[in-house]
Nanobody, 114 residues
Framework: QVQLVESGGGLVHPGGSLRLSCVAS????????MSWYRQVPGNQRELVAT???????KYADSVKTRFTISRDNAKNTVYLQMDSLKPDDTAVYSC????????WGQGTQVTVSS
């Protein structure tokens, strides 16, 4: 059974930082493309960042200079380091694993507010 479990969300002030983690089980983690998405109620899901099996990363323009995606294949974990957070970053952040199939975690809430 495939599971993706996110953690690390919470409430943070503007300008603050959070690090999200996503632990995967039931998949060959090191060959999967791992991504973070976010969604605000009423809006479409937005791709935030992606890291492939070679460690190549891509980011949405809105987060490019502030967020960093990384992976630890030994721990089956993908991370999203979020710095200089803004209120517009408030959303539910979800982890995605993609190869032959597409898997999703349940999501973790990130709220940026003063």
């Amino acid at each position: 059974q495939v599971q993706l479990v996110e953690s690390g969300g919470g409430l943070v002030h503007p300008g603050g930082s959070l690090r999200l983690s996503c632990v995967a089980s039931g998949i060959l983690f090191n060959i999967h493309i791992m991504s973070w998405y976010r969604q605000v109620p009423g809006n479409q899901r937005e791709l935030v960042a992606t890291i492939d099996s070679a460690g190549t990363t891509k980011y949405a323009d809105s987060v490019k200079t502030r967020f960093t995606i990384s992976r630890d294949n030994a721990k089956n974990t993908v991370y999203l380091q979020m710095d200089s957070l803004k209120p517009d970053d408030t959303a539910v952040y979800s982890c995605n694993a993609r190869m032959w199939s597409n898997y999703w975690g349940q999501g973790t809430q990130v709220t940026v507010s003063s």
